[in-house]
């Protein structure tokens, strides 16, 4: 079972609002991400981090910021929410240098944006 | 640019066989994966493949054809726990995950 943990898990917001979504993992693993996936559609890499002080973009990194201070946490932060923001977000870890690349992925948190 | 198909749903009875395809146009390979992901859930790493041929666990096995840039995942003896939907995942030269929409398998009775 994976430990790797995702708050809020459904959050209604109105347009412009600041949000963070938290993710933190208790499997020291060194890599983290954030996907976006909406129903029956791909999964697309918003950011991801190789460690403490990494942070990358990925495909959807435009409106959106990540941190790594600490190896287990590694929260998503939108400045405006708008309703484009609607989506489910998903949060997940590997081992860094783990061959296979298996993914750990939290429960996700449902974002609506009114 | 990088593609990844799959079937968007596919129905099986339960105790059948049933193979999910995929196929891919990636620039660079370093493995392919096959998760699964209940409805309103994450999803959870079902299998790897890097090499050509047939990787068995369990009732369910994943096959990899490098050069025609082909897989499928094939579930045997189906239960009603399998209605999910199977996402197929190609690591590319960058070591990126590109992720096709996924394929929804409803198991019937």
């Known amino acids: 079972e994976a430990d790797i943990y995702q708050t809020p898990r459904y959050l209604v917001i109105g347009t412009g609002k600041k949000i963070t979504l938290e993710c933190s993992q208790t499997?020291?693993?060194?890599?983290m991400y954030w996907y976006q996936q909406d129903p029956g559609m791909e999964l697309h890499l918003i950011h991801y981090?190789?460690?403490?002080?990494?942070?990358e973009k990925g495909d959807l990194s435009s409106e959106s910021t990540v941190s790594r201070i600490r190896t287990e946490h590694f929260p998503l932060t939108l400045e405006s929410a708008r309703p484009s923001h609607t989506s489910q977000y998903l949060c997940?870890?590997?081992?860094?240098?783990?061959?296979?690349?298996?993914?750990?992925f939290g429960e996700g948190s449902r974002l609506t944006v009114l | 640019g990088q593609n990844i198909d799959q079937p968007t749903e596919m129905t099986a009875t339960e105790g059948a066989i049933v193979q999910i395809n995929c196929t891919y146009q990636?620039?660079?390979?370093?493995?392919l994966f096959w998760y699964q992901q209940h409805a309103g859930e994450a999803p959870t790493f079902l299998s790897y493949?890097?090499l050509d041929g047939l990787e068995e666990k369990g009732r369910f096995s994943s096959f990899l054809s490098r050069s025609k840039g082909y897989s499928y995942l094939l579930l045997k003896e189906l239960q009603m726990k399998d209605s999910a939907s199977y996402l197929c995942?190609?690591?590319?030269?960058?070591?990126?995950?590109?992720w096709g929409a996924g394929t929804k398998l409803i198991i019937k009775p």
């Open positions: 499997m020291g693993h060194d890599k």
């Open positions: 995942a190609v690591m590319d030269s960058n070591y990126q995950l590109i």
């Open positions: 997940a870890s590997s081992e860094r240098g783990h061959d296979t690349g298996e993914l750990f």
């Open positions: 981090s190789y460690g403490v002080n990494s942070t």
């Open positions: 990636t620039s660079g390979f370093n493995g």
């Open positions: 493949n890097v």
